[in-house]
């Protein structure tokens, strides 16, 4: 059984940056594919991005690319998302999700943190 705890949100101001954290216990990450989510107020959840489990490729949702980067550290158990060049309307609840699955994105994720609050604003 795998257990997700997400870290590192908080308040921001625009253009601000943060690094959110996804670590696992119960389980080593090494074979689970990981995204990141987010849902705002009143909208969908939304992927974010995604690293894959097999050799670390990684896929971003054209809202992020060139501002958030994906990372993970198996010996840590820990999944990174860091986020540079933050707006307003990156301000959600933050999500990280795995699967044992070698590639992503993923229709489903097995496993689910309980989130963390990211708010952009000045």
């Known amino acids: 059984q795998l257990h997700l705890v997400e870290s590192g949100g908080g308040l921001v101001q625009p253009g601000g940056s943060l690094r959110l954290s996804c670590t696992a216990s119960g389980d080593t990450l090494n074979y689970y594919a990981v995204g990141w989510f987010r849902q705002a107020p009143g909208k969908e959840r939304e992927g974010v991005s995604c690293?894959?489990?097999?050799?670390?490729?990684?896929s971003y949702a054209d809202f992020v690319k060139g501002r958030f980067t994906i990372s993970r550290d198996n010996a840590k158990k820990t999944v990174y998302l860091q986020m540079n060049s933050l707006k307003p309307e990156d301000t959600a609840v933050y999500y990280c999700?795995?699967?044992?699955?070698?590639?992503?994105?993923?229709?489903?994720?097995?496993?689910w943190g309980q989130g963390t609050q990211v708010t952009v604003s000045s």
């Open positions: 999700a795995a699967d044992p699955a070698p590639k992503c994105p993923l229709s489903t994720y097995h496993y």
């Open positions: 690293i894959w489990s097999i050799d670390s490729s990684t």
